[in-house]
């Protein structure tokens, strides 16, 4: 399987990337099939924890119907690490150019995060085509999407930070969106709870505002 043919395949379909937060692996598998369940199989388990790595690669051997990045990688050594663990793919919050290589050499599709045209620019000249957008919110919204996308005609952007259920069709109503990311599909008090069915509901709810957008 070509892993970035398949990555935006499935993002077509369901333009929606939820954030794991792994605390232990039991939870990070659990909370990624809730999400399986409810249309979302591109997941991305963040570096925000001290057990994200092992939880990463529990919940690829684990959940092996979802598609399983690694976010929030900030270096080259842990970009080595997530690689190792079995990510399907990289997400980083800032553009970091050793990142980038590294994923480029492993043919492992990488996201690493911009928020103005001269890092748009600095990424498009690496070779990227797809980045992430963060943080959303704060760097200008859709209305920022909007005029870059003017001038990167050929990039594809990965909003994520402050979207949510009530502003992701403003998002994904734009033709240079490839995704969203976001961590209102996973609340911490959901999975306090043990309530696993609360984020299938949150993942269905995104899978029908994309379909209605996007139809």
């Not at 925000?48 to 050594?77: D, F, M, N, Q």
């Not at 050929?154 to 992701?168: I, Q, Y």
């Not at 609340?187 to 069915?197: L, W």
């Not at 709810?205 to 994309?210: K, L, S």
Request: charged share 15%; net charge negative; proline share 6%.
């Amino acid at each position: 399987m070509d892993i970035s043919i398949e990555l935006h395949r499935r993002l077509e379909q369901a333009p929606v990337v939820p954030l794991v937060v792994p605390e232990d692996a039991e939870t990070a598998i659990k909370t990624t099939r809730a999400l399986v369940e409810g249309g979302l199989s591109v997941v991305e388990v963040v570096l925000r924890t001290v057990a994200a790595v092992e939880c990463l690669a529990e919940v690829v051997k684990a959940v092996p119907e979802a598609i399983v990045g690694a976010g929030t990688v900030l270096s080259e050594g842990q970009a080595g690490d997530v690689a190792e663990a079995g990510a399907q793919f990289i997400v980083s919050p800032g553009l970091h150019e050793p990142v980038v290589r590294l994923a480029q050499s492993l043919d492992l599709p990488v996201f690493p995060g911009v928020a103005t045209a001269s890092e748009a620019q600095n990424a498009w000249n690496m070779g990227l085509r797809s980045l992430k957008f963060f943080p959303a919110s704060l760097a200008g919204g859709p209305a920022m999407l909007k005029a870059i996308g003017s001038v990167f005609k050929d990039v594809k952007f990965m909003p994520t930070g402050g979207v949510s259920a009530a502003n992701l069709a403003d998002y994904l109503a734009l033709s240079n969106v490839l995704a969203c990311g976001g961590s209102w599909l996973t609340p911490k008090t959901a999975i306090a709870e043990n309530n696993y069915q609360a984020i299938t509901d949150l993942a269905a709810e995104a899978v029908a505002i994309a379909a209605n957008t996007r139809s």
